[in-house]
């Protein structure tokens, strides 16, 4: 709505409504964190207004003219959809674009000339849950969980899981890791094995849509990392051409732009199958969910001191177990038994030093 009237002085005032923008994102609700001018404060163009949250991003909004904050529609800690006002700006005529804006679609630079638009910024530590909440209330969750909550549930209810544990000799790895100065985080080994035993075991690229298998149209193999307590997943594309200290390099660049609050990272990408990994927390082993559309999610639990028979010999050596979860309407067990063996056999045949490929 745009009101327009004049002053005694004979200067045409206009309030401009702002409205939230599709942000690109796969939520329809978009939280304020706050606003960053008071009601009653003159704001010039360009100047940042508030921060809002998405799914994939904290983003500073600026304001498209200048003017006078009159009115404040949603408020801190409050969420609003694509379209709705959030408050009004009175503005002399001539300094406004339009009388009704929507906010800018999340750039990390200016985008349409006289539009608004969003800077994205780092995404905040967790608030304590006795600052934010009241006895009895409970604590809102972040867009991004939200969305997590609902694709994981919706998995849990919808797909068919079935679980393969198994264990590998990780002494590999750990030379290969020394090697490297022990930099190459752990994940990159288990991406680059199972990269290779995608190779040979075409059906685990495959999803179930309609009754019917379809190829996915990627190779990217997703890391699951947590991000300020949101999850999020890491992709790693032609892993099976790269060397794990590559991948390693790779994951902790892509999680380091998760952290920084840049949109793009933080936009959920198509992988063929996840790697999580709980082995750092200390955890034995665990069993994850699948998430869809891919066929299998493989869980690592901690590299531990195991007691192994050989030649009829205990010795001590260290291993990984590992659980793979997969979607039974793609994968019939024996199918994924093998797969399971073969990342083993991958990870067993890591070098010490050299490249892997």
């Keep these: ?15 401009i ?25 003159r704001v010039e163009r360009g100047q940042p207004l508030l921060e809002v949250e998405t ?21 801190a800690d409050q969420t609003a959809e694509a379209g709705q006002t959030l408050a009004i700006i009175e503005t002399e005529s001539g300094t406004a674009v339009t009388g009704e804006s929507a906010l800018p679609p999340s750039a990390p630079v200016p985008s349409r000339p006289g539009g608004m638009f969003a800077r994205n910024r780092e995404k905040p530590a967790p608030v304590a849950a006795a ?13 991004a969980r939200r969305a997590a909550v609902r694709r994981l549930q919706q998995s849990k209810q919808t797909v068919p899981h079935f679980y393969l544990q198994t264990s590998a000799n990780a002494e590999p790895m750990i030379a290969r890791r020394q090697a490297a100065g022990g930099k190459t985080v752990w994940d990159a080994f288990f991406v680059f094995a199972a990269a290779m035993a995608l190779k040979q075991f075409d059906q685990m690229r495959q999803r179930y849509e309609d009754d019917h298998l379809v190829p996915q149209d990627t190779d990217a193999i997703g890391v699951a990392v947590d991000i300020a307590g949101d999850l999020f997943v890491v992709p790693i594309q032609g892993a099976a051409a790269k ?3 590559k991948i390693s390099g790779e994951i902790r660049s892509y999680a380091a732009k998760i952290k920084s609050g ?5 936009h959920l990408r198509p992988t063929v199958m996840t790697v999580t990994n709980l082995g750092a927390q200390n955890v034995e082993s665990f069993a994850a969910i699948v998430n869809p559309p891919e066929a299998a999610i493989l869980a690592v639990g901690r590299v531990m001191a195991t007691p192994v028979v050989r030649n009829g010999q205990v010795i001590v050596q260290n291993r990984v177990r590992l659980t793979l979860s997969v ?14 063996s073969a990342i083993v ?8 030093t050299g490249s892997n490929s």
């Design 243 to 245: 060397t794990p200290e």
């Design 55 to 75: 799914d994939k991003a904290v983003m500073e909004v600026e304001s498209i003219t200048g003017g006078v904050l009159e009115k404040v529609f949603i408020t």
């Design 131 to 143: 600052s934010t909440t009241t006895p009895g209330a409970g604590i809102p969750l972040s867009p």
């Design 327 to 340: 979607d039974h309407r793609v994968i019939n067990g024996k199918y994924a038994a093998s797969f399971l």
């Design 17 to 41: 409504n702002l409205k939230m923008p599709d942000l690109g994102t796969t939520e329809s609700e978009i939280k304020i964190i706050r606003w960053l001018v008071e009601i009653g404060s």
């Design 262 to 266: 840049d949109a793009e990272a933080r």
């Design 345 to 352: 056999e991958e990870l067993e045949k890591i070098q010490p």
């Design 1 to 15: 709505m745009r009101r327009a009237g004049t002053s005694w002085s004979g200067v045409i005032r206009m309030e």
